[in-house]
């Protein structure tokens, strides 16, 4: 019995390189596939990005529910959902359709995820209790809708390709289109908000969730019809999800994977939740929080896309995570440190309060004795466009009363002797709120390339689980791994909502210093302390990529036997 290795060129375009390209284990991938791969996990931020960042601040802030009872719900849901994730898995690996296994799920499941989001945005007027009952309720649906999406979609990661490199690619590929969504979720959704609801703050939340889904339902449909299914089970393998859970917890790569994916995500989920919280009570700069998590959400997204470039230098990828986490853990401690700003680079009008602002404090070195000033304002129109509005006051000096703008930063037009114009924010920003971006863009550069490492070496986990047993469970093993990641986000819930409590957190108001002390510790010291414990864990993976290449050919190998046979 002769067989012939195959050696497939590159597919750089469309066309499939030979009339077996579809099923070939190991083949690469046009740019097409993998753009029409990455989209779907666009689609899927645009409710994760809410979830992550947004939704406990809207839970306590906007529909009324305490932190404690949030903290609580989180909790109990994601381990409720959590459990369907196994279920899921065995689901989509039984699935069998002329689409394949995972791509239907993408496009039936598309509008209900939707339907269930919109839900979960919206706050019907009912007292603490009925609150308590919708959230719980509508927050379980969008969940469970979520699950019925995103196992299937992270198993299609599985069975595109089983070439490394092209695994490596397409999750760079995909988590930059992840962060790249969230840039926009995390820095517009406030403005958004503001913008479709004018003066009732819940309904334009409820829009802006009714935006992402329709924009996110479309994605889904674009990676439906732009992706295929290559890697299959052998043909005589029966369903037995039981047997693959065994499976999965006899496997030592896979088992490590499931806690450090845990761990890391507490770390994620208390950065991305207590954002808000920090800049709004801590800061006391709530308009800053949306500029704050969309650059966080870049510089996920700038790591995640560099991630196949560190892996030419550390081409290891634990070393490399340890690394990473590492840096993370450094940082975010560091974090701790950076004091309350002692002002906050805005100019801030209470009502029945009057305020005088003279131009030579303001400018200082750039004041110049006897020039005209023109007062304005900068009024912001969603986070990234600014326009300026005069006050039609002229002089050295201006006294606001009661100003319709209660919180604005004001500007000075200054002119000089030679007829030229100095323009120049009214109140500096302060050197604290400078360091708390720049330590937040060096963790989040550290962190964006942990998605992509992590959700590659779960494939691989599946491979040699596949090598080791014979059996091939993708989706089971993508499911159990969102399951450690939503017992992580739950574990990061409760104890948010637990520290905020303890710590005597009370919403829309001044927080006390032990509060204020608790907001801090959850935004800095708290996700250091996992982010080193995630590097303890990642010491026992040893799967490398000298044993991954030897596994990937030895597959490859039984598959062309039993063609053969």
Request: proline letters at 4%.
């Amino acid at each position: 019995m002769l067989r012939v290795p195959c050696n497939c060129p590159i597919n750089t375009g469309e066309t499939p390189v030979s009339k077996d390209a579809h099923n070939d284990r190991l083949a690469k991938l046009s740019l097409r596939e993998k753009l029409g791969y990455g989209l779907g996990d666009a689609g899927f931020n645009f409710y994760w990005a809410i979830i992550g960042s947004w939704l406990f601040y809207f839970y306590t802030d906007i529909f009324g529910i305490s932190a404690a009872a949030a903290g609580t719900m989180f909790f109990v849901t994601k381990f409720i959902d959590a459990a369907t994730d196994p279920a899921m898995g065995a689901i989509a690996d039984a699935t069998n359709t002329r689409w394949g296994k995972f791509r239907p799920y993408l496009l039936f499941g598309a509008l209900p995820m939707a339907g269930a989001a919109v839900l979960t945005m919206s706050t019907p007027d009912l007292n603490e209790g009925g609150k308590l009952i919708w959230a719980y309720g509508t927050y379980s649906a969008m969940m469970l809708t979520y699950t019925i999406l995103s196992t299937p979609y992270s198993s299609l990661s599985g069975v595109i390709t089983s070439d490394t490199e092209e695994r490596n690619s397409i999750f760079g590929i995909r988590f930059f289109f992840a962060y790249a969504t969230g840039i926009f979720v995390g820095a517009a959704t406030p403005d958004l908000a503001a913008h479709f609801g004018g003066e009732n703050e819940a309904k334009g939340w409820q829009m802006t969730m009714a935006l992402y889904s329709a924009i996110a339902t479309l994605f889904f449909v674009v990676t439906f019809f732009s992706t295929k299914e290559r890697v299959k089970p052998p043909a005589s393998q029966k369903a037995d999800p039981i047997q693959d859970i065994v499976h999965l917890f006899k496997c030592k790569p896979w088992l490590i994977l499931f806690c450090l994916a845990l761990i890391i995500m507490v770390t994620l989920t208390l950065r991305g939740s207590s954002a808000a919280y920090y800049f709004k009570y801590y800061v006391n700069r709530p308009d800053l929080m949306g500029l704050y998590i969309g650059i966080q959400m870049l510089c996920y997204a700038i790591g995640a896309i560099s991630t196949p470039l560190l892996l030419k230098v550390v081409p290891d990828k634990a070393r490399l995570l340890i690394i990473l986490m590492s840096i993370v853990g450094i940082l975010s401690v560091l974090f701790a440190f950076v004091g309350q700003p002692k002002s906050t680079g805005v100019v801030t009008i209470k009502n029945n309060e009057s305020v005088t602002l003279y131009a030579k404090d303001l400018l200082e070195d750039k004041y110049v004795d006897g020039a005209e000033f023109t007062w304005s304002y900068d009024k912001k129109i969603f986070w990234i466009f600014k326009e300026s509005i005069e006050i039609n006051q002229k002089g050295s000096s201006i006294t606001l009363n009661d100003f319709e703008n209660k919180n604005v930063s004001v500007l000075q037009a200054s002119k000089d002797d030679d007829g030229s114009t100095i323009k120049t924010d009214s109140a500096k920003l302060p050197t604290e709120i400078i360091v708390m971006f720049i330590l937040n863009i060096f963790i989040s550069l550290a962190l964006g390339p942990k998605s992509p490492l992590t959700w590659s070496m779960y494939a691989d986990s599946a491979d040699y689980n596949e090598w080791k047993t014979g059996r091939r469970a993708t989706a089971m093993t993508f499911s159990a791994a969102t399951f450690s990641q939503k017992v992580g986000s739950a574990l990061a819930g409760i104890l948010m909502g637990t520290i905020l409590s303890k710590m005597g957190y009370a919403a829309n108001m001044v927080q006390s210093p032990d509060s204020s002390l608790g907001i801090v510790l959850i935004q800095t010291v708290v996700p250091g302390i996992f982010a080193f414990i995630s590097v303890f864990i990642l010491r026992y993976y040893d799967l490398g990529k000298q044993q991954l290449d030897s596994i990937q050919q030895e597959l490859k190998d039984r598959e062309l036997a039993r063609q053969d046979t």
